[in-house]
T-cell receptor, first 112, second 115 residues
Framework: GESVGLHLPTLSVQEGDNSIINCAYS??????FIWYKQESGKGPQFIID?????DKRQGQRVTVLLNKTVKHLSLQIAATQPGDSAVYFC???????????FGTGTSLTVIP | KAGVTQTPRYLIKTRGQQVTLSCSPI?????VSWYQQTPGQGLQFLFE???????NKGNFPGRFSGRQFSNSRSEMNVSTLELGDSALYLC??????????????FGPGTRLLVL
């Protein structure tokens, strides 16, 4: 079956530092990946996505890196702010598939 | 464009009762997926609907059911509620190109508490 896992369940960073959240996936056929942010009491919010024909994609203060060789995905947040404190999920699917598979989530805490 | 909306936002029920949750997708999105989220299990896929048909189903008992209407709005129903059904129920909608889902966007969820 599908397996999308996160390396660390919790991460604490100092305000202003960069954060790196990791995600491993097991299906080499996965070709579409999304990072979500979920704040307490809210639904997951889309942050950034990447397709398997790319190694890197940048957004506003966020960068997603994809290493297909080792089936690893990471989310980098630059200059982390208190508002970045949340649980971050990775999700993956086959580009032509109809079901997303989610990791268990990493809780990011930003220390002021 | 309005986001995914879910009603009600909070619900308290007792064991044995049934509940119906509603989801209105983003305009133009024809795929609606439902997830159960609990602290211990994370996000678990319930089912996905497209064009009023259930295309995918997760590993949940038959007490969990859903449907989709012609306007893409969806409902899920849980019958004979158990304490373990207490969770945040999330709905996500997406465009469909060809037969494949594009990016999923989530609603705020319905928090269900079963007493």
């Amino acid at each position: 079956g599908e397996s999308v896992g996160l390396h660390l369940p919790t991460l604490s960073v100092q305000e202003g530092d960069n954060s790196i959240i990791n995600c491993a996936y097991s299906n080499s056929a996965s070709d579409y990946f999304i990072w979500y942010k979920q704040e307490s009491g809210k639904g997951p919010q889309f942050i950034i996505d990447i397709r398997s024909n790319m190694d890197k994609r940048q957004g506003q203060r966020v960068t997603v890196l994809l290493n297909k060789t080792v089936k690893h995905l990471s989310l980098q947040i630059a200059a982390t702010q208190p508002g970045d404190s949340a649980v971050y999920f990775c999700a993956e699917k086959h580009l032509t598939g109809n079901q997303f598979y989610f990791g268990t989530g990493t809780s990011l805490t930003v220390i002021p | 464009k309005a986001g995914v909306t879910q009603t009600p936002r909070y619900l308290i029920k007792t064991r044995g009762q049934q509940v119906t949750l509603s989801c209105s997708p983003i305009s133009g999105h024809r795929s609606v997926s439902w997830y159960q989220q609990t602290p211990g299990q994370g996000l678990q896929f319930l089912f996905e609907y497209f064009s009023e048909t259930q295309r995918n189903k997760g590993n949940f008992p038959g007490r969990f059911s859903g449907r989709q209407f012609s306007n893409s709005r969806s409902e899920m129903n849980v019958s004979t509620l158990e304490l373990g059904d207490s969770a945040l129920y999330l709905c996500a909608s997406s465009l469909v190109l060809g037969a494949a889902q594009e990016t999923q966007y989530f609603g705020p969820g319905t928090r269900l508490l079963v007493l």
